[in-house]
């Protein structure tokens, strides 16, 4: 039996790591009207980064899942900072790092869910296989989108920000349902 105030503890980090994560995204859209903010913001993702992979890493002994949701999220780290949209090597690194984020978030589900299945959370277990759907449903709908959007751009550009607004609406119901697992999944270990 593994150590469930680890558990949780590494949970937790993932959670706040996470909301910091979304709160900085959101200071980003400040960032247009106030262009040293983005500075700012990307200093905060990357905490809110840091404060995530600290998660994981507290987590890699309790469960091989976790250890597996630490290389795919390290693998992530490499993939993405090898991305861009401006060539086709970097396109295909940033579908490397969006592959490797949804192994993570799988990953960390799946070790979760071993443990509250073990104390018989059933509703928290349904609630972390929502959560996983709804991250598959938002990662085919952003790599859908980022290719439609990039094809229409020239014949439409009203439908390519159509595209993008419905993927990021996606991938906003997407971290509501991953953040409230986390956070149900803290409260049942606890």
Known sequence: MS????????????YVGNIIIIAAALCTLLALLMPFLVILTSLVIIIGGVVCLVGLVKLRNEHGDYMNALMACVLGIVFGLLSNNESVFGSLMSLANTICTLLEV????????????????????????????????????????????????FAAPGLSIVLVLGALGVSIAALVFYLSYLRAGVAALS
């Open 106 to 153: 799988y990953f960390v589900i799946r070790g979760t869910n071993s443990f509250l299945r073990e104390r018989g959370c059933l509703m928290e277990v349904a609630m972390g296989d929502k959560a996983w759907r709804w991250q598959l449903i938002s990662a085919v709908a952003n790599v859908a989108a980022a290719v439609l959007a990039a094809v229409s751009l």
């Open 3 to 14: 150590d469930t105030r680890k558990i949780c503890e590494g949970l937790n980090l993932m």
